[in-house]
């Protein structure tokens, strides 16, 4: 059985990324008349610069004003101790007000503290809820925990709802949710056990995204070429390539890395022929 930290560990990841990117989403949808706009775009590129106890100073009024970008960025800086000392309480509560006022990330976050601080209850509770709200606004690593959630169930329900999940996070260029897919194959977890498929997933999870998968993805590519025939390795590649086409809309696989414009937004289609595979979705 595969532990929950194993399982977690590569969907944490997706978090980090979204550090020093996710201050910027969005700004231009907030209903802010012009001045309090220019007083976040000021504490934003404050934040930026990491200069965090003035931020923090810009930011407060704001956030108690009610915008959720706001109380957003306050969440993550008393969440991560950025220029003061961390305090998981203060973080939950502006990451809640911002959750609630649509934030993506917040929500994302809120699902993460209930995971790793609160413990989860039979059905996932809290987390599943917030990640859910995540994944029904596009975030692909939402998804991708939630496919951990149900992965850690070791039932067979749970390996149908993880499959469903991890298949729309590929969908939306999660090279951790092909990862997912790629062991379910390898140890037949919901599904029978397929070299031929585990390698397509981790040739897909390797090319989505060569520099950030090079300790992940290009390692379990160059252990299962080792591993299997080229006759397999072959088939697998075939696999991969029209995985691409059908689900992109691209011609193929080639170039090491693919660009960010390339993948396919979130869709109606995504949520209606994956995510619905999941529990009551």
Known sequence: MISAAAIRCVGTQAARLFQLSFFFLCISSASLSAEPLIALNDALVRYARAEYPVALEMLLPLAERGDPVAQEIVGFIYARGEGVEANPVIAFAWLERAALGGRTEAQFELGRMYRERVGLSEDGGPALF?????????????????????????????????????????????????????????????VEQDEIEEFKWIELAAKENGILTFGTANIART?????????????????????WRQVRGLAGLEGDQVHAGHQRSWTDRAVRHACERGRGD
Request: aromatic letters at 14%.
């Open 130 to 190: 917030w990640f859910k709200r995540a994944a029904h606004q596009g975030a692909s690593h939402a998804m991708n925990a939630i496919g951990e959630l149900y992965l850690g169930f070791g039932d067979a329900a749970g390996y149908q709802a993880a499959m469903g999940w991890f298949l729309c996070s590929a969908e939306n260029g999660s090279w951790q949710a092909m990862l997912h897919i790629a062991t379910m194959y390898r140890f037949g977890l919901g």
């Open 223 to 243: 252990e299962i070429i080792a591993r299997l025939t080229p006759a397999t390795v072959q088939m697998g590649l075939t696999r991969a390539k029209e995985w």
